[in-house]
């Protein structure tokens, strides 16, 4: 019997114990409970992104954690070996989800959906080096939204930034910026600049350190590391100094007749026209800032690419003001004269570890790192379909994934910093007696207030003690106590005593006699 | 680079293919992708549930999707074999979790909690031979409430039992009736009967199948099968017909000298006695049949346990009348005399499938199964607590678990049988241009409309055809368009048309003619 298993197994393992090898209760490395009140905080989160996502008319899709491994199989270069495998009990390989889209591209391209608009807010697994205090787990949410099917140029890909500013802004997070650039744009930097086409993702993803090293770190990793010749790496330093409002680089970089006879450029160029054109149109133009050294870590963008940063992208110590700077005015600096940036001073504390897909900033110093990135990829869905032997058009994607974890870390500091109570749950009512127990009585009225929907408890014992009950009202800050005492329920009246807000009036306060009836009434005008 | 390691799976694939071993499409056995319709039904099951959840004052907890194995060893008995391991990938051996209820047990252990009263609504995994078309699922939710701490004797099981009717209730699937009974009353009456103490666990797994076999196959499996003694088998047969309301079936039961004998099954009684006056007081013992052959599964119970079952628990074709019967009315028939229940005649098809928790009733042949079931188990904290060495008292906990894809069955067959339309997500308002694209105009429309709450779309494409945008709106069933032509919009007016409800005349409705800024009140006022 399993009784009996598992005294066997209690004795087994108090042998262990005292031979020094014992039990531990905790949860697998990289991974935590969460405790009531941040699945709280969570679950807030989740329904102030899902409330913005169906005003986008999104709907939501639900896959499998895990996945048949050659699903995932090549699809996150060097990452891959951060994938978690289920072990082969027989049947099926599968391994768990490393992100929501690779699962999105395979469940569009099985299905054989040509156009969607979903979102899903899910757990993704990395067996990555975890940095409990950072942030950085290895399970942790993700929250996608993507937009698939054939449109005209950059309309969906507005759609995805508006709804990411309308987000970023419901979410209380202070201030935030969001940097793009375009992969064709870049790729004609390089054109231009002359780098070896064997050499563009290296480089690329060289740039892409911008935001944590300096230029001179950068243009090291080029040169050296990488063997780029240092006339060609110069050139590049021309261009992805550059940043400022969207009008203004656009406008700087059109002006650029080399730049413009490179056909990617001149057609990343476009997009970006058309697609500030949109953005002004829907008021979130001034929110954006057009970064050259934005380069995003995964492969398989192929146009828009963005990342929203917050004032607590930046660690503490190298914030100097409690709101973020605007974005930075244009500046067209040589790479000598990049001006330093807020974050670029802190070192990475951990360089050897695998960088992650939303992982651009390195967290473990500079603060939360950005809170939101995507772009454009075209070509995956139709990557699955071809692999199946399946004979279809491209199902172009644009997307944005939302890093709940950090989202989560700065509205906890924000709530801190308030010195707002933090409840786990958000009972309305605590009922207690005061002489004789009267079980039934506190079950009977807590039945009636919970039946006109208020959040009630009471203590699960027959003759309970008062100061027991008024410290289990207290700790979880239960806002209103109705206290039943035989005489006052003899006459039909319980007494209705706020525990906070204007009524609340220190320990006299009695609270207020009420009739039993009228009791709903009068305790929800005081909700 | 990523790309070429793509093309260079592609080309893999395509060979692949060639040769016979195709790559798939498909998720792994026995899971599904939930599409928008279902996922957006689950979602609604969820938050009703959840909304009951928090007028009991329940708060929540998240748990990781894997555990230590050494956490789920031993706690499932032989169904341990279901269980899900992750590959050893180097580091700590780790599985997915079984069920919600040992990660409880192992939170409040590991973290020295001695009383909570937590709801987990969350996907567990069983390595179970799938009947997709059954909804048996190797993935799938479920939706816990438990209370943990030392209370006075019924009070918290008369909660959970109060949760579970308002749960029920609330959750519209039709009549349900809630089975219960007692282990201590079972052993009491094993005892009486004589069963060897060594076979009480398995003469229990016996009896708890006569919901899906007679007495007859039942006796012969104590019997034949594990060797009981006729005469012993003969007299459990006297009691585990009995059933019917409680306080009929109690008194019955009181008044048996012999039984009242036995100390465990005294006990046992007097907690039905006490559990039924706090039921009445919460004005759900009608829903309630005392039924002395429900046992339950699993070997964890250590008092009162229950199962809920509703009128589609039965196969249709077993199903005499569209609504439940009332619990039986109190029989004590003898063995031979045992009425035939509605869903007793049909045959396992897969006798040999593990048994699993919450599947005492096999659904492949018996409709949906019980959509709710639990107990009082107060020994599985502190075995924790004990196996990792420390002293600490029994934390005993009372619990249910909703069986969330049952009632998603029901709910669906429901909705199904109104032929109520199933969306996919709930956009309020379609905007469309007639004549000149207008896509910018759109684009602010849709803006105004969103910044007031009103879930919009409008088709991404700079010059829609007219057909494909009604189509569009039509597909998703959206019950308001707002159509934008030149000549309005130069006058400042949008033509607003209804397509679902009181308003919406046919083809000929041509929608009104709305002034610009007054659209937002007047869609608000048609939604």
Same mark, same amino acid.
């Given at each position: 019997?399993?009784?009996?298993?598992?005294?066997?197994?209690?004795?087994?393992?108090?042998?262990?114990?005292?031979?020094?090898?014992?039990?531990?209760?905790?949860?697998?490395?990289?991974?935590?409970?969460?405790?009531?009140?941040?699945?709280?905080?969570?679950?807030?989160?989740?329904?102030?992104?899902?409330?913005?996502?169906?005003?986008?008319?999104?709907?939501?899709?639900?896959?499998?954690?895990?996945?048949?491994?050659?699903?995932?199989?090549?699809?996150?270069?060097?990452?891959?070996?951060?994938?978690?495998?289920?072990?082969?009990?027989?049947?099926?390989?599968?391994?768990?989800?490393?992100?929501?889209?690779?699962?999105?591209?395979?469940?569009?391209?099985?299905?054989?959906?040509?156009?969607?608009?979903?979102?899903?807010?899910?757990?993704?697994?990395?067996?990555?080096?975890?940095?409990?205090?950072?942030?950085?787990?290895?399970?942790?949410?993700?929250?996608?939204?993507?937009?698939?099917?054939?449109?005209?140029?950059?309309?969906?890909?507005?759609?995805?930034?508006?709804?990411?500013?309308?987000?970023?802004?419901?979410?209380?997070?202070?201030?935030?910026?969001?940097?793009?650039?375009?992969?064709?744009?870049?790729?004609?930097?390089?054109?231009?600049?002359?780098?070896?086409?064997?050499?563009?993702?290296?480089?690329?993803?060289?740039?892409?350190?911008?935001?944590?090293?300096?230029?001179?770190?950068?243009?090291?990793?080029?040169?050296?590391?990488?063997?780029?010749?240092?006339?060609?790496?110069?050139?590049?330093?021309?261009?992805?100094?550059?940043?400022?409002?969207?009008?203004?680089?656009?406008?700087?970089?059109?002006?650029?007749?080399?730049?413009?006879?490179?056909?990617?450029?001149?057609?990343?160029?476009?997009?970006?026209?058309?697609?500030?054109?949109?953005?002004?149109?829907?008021?979130?133009?001034?929110?954006?800032?057009?970064?050259?050294?934005?380069?995003?870590?995964?492969?398989?963008?192929?146009?828009?690419?963005?990342?929203?940063?917050?004032?607590?992208?930046?660690?503490?110590?190298?914030?100097?003001?409690?709101?973020?700077?605007?974005?930075?005015?244009?500046?067209?600096?040589?790479?000598?004269?990049?001006?330093?940036?807020?974050?670029?001073?802190?070192?990475?504390?951990?360089?050897?570890?695998?960088?992650?897909?939303?992982?651009?900033?390195?967290?473990?110093?500079?603060? !939360? =790192?950005?809170? %939101? *990135? &995507?772009?454009?990829?075209?070509?995956?869905?139709?990557?699955?379909? #071809? +692999?199946?032997?399946?004979?279809?058009?491209?199902?172009?994607?644009?997307?944005?994934?939302?890093?709940?974890?950090?989202?989560?870390?700065?509205?906890?500091?924000?709530?801190?910093?308030?010195?707002?109570?933090?409840?786990?749950?958000?009972?309305?009512?605590?009922?207690?007696?005061?002489?004789?127990?009267?079980?039934?009585?506190?079950?009977?009225?807590?039945?009636?207030?919970?039946?006109?929907?208020?959040?009630?408890?009471?203590?699960?014992?027959?003759?309970?003690?008062?100061?027991?009950?008024?410290?289990?009202?207290?700790?979880?800050?239960?806002?209103?106590?109705?206290?039943?005492?035989?005489?006052?329920?003899?006459?039909?009246?319980?007494?209705?005593?706020?525990? !906070? =807000?204007?009524? %609340? *009036? &220190?320990?006299?306060?009695?609270?207020?006699?009420?009739?039993?009836? #009228? +009791?709903?009434?009068?305790?929800?005008?005081?909700?």
């Amino acid at each position: 019997a399993e009784v009996d298993e598992m005294k066997a197994l209690k004795e087994q393992l108090g042998k262990d114990k005292k031979s020094g090898s014992g039990f531990q209760l905790k949860t697998p490395k990289g991974t935590v409970d969460h405790r009531p009140e941040a699945t709280l905080l969570r679950k807030k989160i989740f329904h102030t992104l899902e409330s913005i996502f169906v005003k986008y008319g999104a709907s939501t899709i639900d896959t499998p954690v895990f996945e048949l491994r050659e699903i995932l199989a090549g699809k996150y270069g060097e990452d891959s070996k951060l994938i978690y495998d289920l072990q082969d009990q027989g049947g099926e390989l599968c391994s768990l989800r490393y992100d929501l889209t690779v699962p999105f591209a395979r469940y569009l391209a099985m299905n054989g959906i040509t156009s969607m608009k979903r979102y899903h807010i899910g757990k993704v697994y990395r067996r990555d080096q975890p940095v409990v205090t950072k942030g950085r787990m290895r399970e942790f949410f993700q929250c996608d939204f993507d937009i698939a099917g054939v449109y005209d140029s950059m309309v969906p890909d507005a759609e995805v930034l508006s709804f990411l500013c309308d987000a970023l802004t419901a979410l209380d997070i202070g201030e935030f910026t969001v940097k793009m650039n375009h992969r064709k744009i870049l790729d004609g930097i390089f054109e231009l600049a002359g780098v070896p086409q064997d050499k563009t993702r290296s480089i690329s993803s060289a740039v892409d350190k911008l935001d944590k090293m300096s230029w001179a770190d950068v243009r090291k990793e080029m040169t050296v590391d990488k063997g780029l010749d240092p006339v060609i790496a110069d050139k590049i330093g021309e261009y992805v100094g550059l940043k400022g409002p969207g009008w203004d680089v656009l406008k700087k970089l059109e002006a650029d007749e080399k730049l413009m006879g490179i056909e990617s450029a001149k057609a990343g160029l476009a997009d970006m026209r058309l697609l500030f054109e949109y953005l002004e149109v829907f008021g979130v133009l001034d929110k954006m800032s057009f970064d050259m050294s934005l380069a995003r870590g995964l492969d398989y963008y192929t146009g828009l690419i963005y990342e929203a940063i917050t004032e607590f992208s930046a660690p503490p110590s190298a914030r100097p003001t409690p709101s973020v700077p605007a974005p930075d005015a244009m500046t067209s600096s040589t790479p000598t004269s990049l001006p330093a940036k807020a974050d670029k001073k802190a070192k990475s504390s951990d360089k050897d570890k695998a960088k992650t897909e939303d992982d651009a900033v390195d967290e473990a110093s500079v603060g !939360v =790192g950005s809170i %939101a *990135a &995507g772009g454009r990829y075209d070509n995956l869905v139709g990557m699955f379909a #071809e +692999a199946a032997g399946q004979k279809r058009d491209q199902v172009p994607c644009v997307g944005i994934s939302i890093g709940v974890e950090r989202v989560y870390s700065i509205m906890e500091m924000r709530r801190k910093n308030r010195e707002e109570k933090i409840r786990g749950k958000e009972t309305d009512v605590y009922v207690l007696a005061l002489g004789g127990g009267l079980l039934k009585e506190r079950m009977a009225f807590a039945k009636m207030l919970r039946d006109n929907g208020i959040k009630t408890e009471f203590m699960y014992k027959a003759k309970p003690k008062a100061p027991a009950q008024w410290k289990a009202a207290d700790d979880d800050h239960v806002p209103i106590v109705a206290i039943l005492a035989p005489a006052e329920l003899e006459s039909g009246t319980v007494r209705i005593k706020q525990q !906070v =807000g204007k009524d %609340a *009036a &220190g320990e006299e306060n009695k609270g207020v006699e009420v009739k039993v009836e #009228e +009791a709903v009434a009068y305790i929800k005008q005081r909700l």
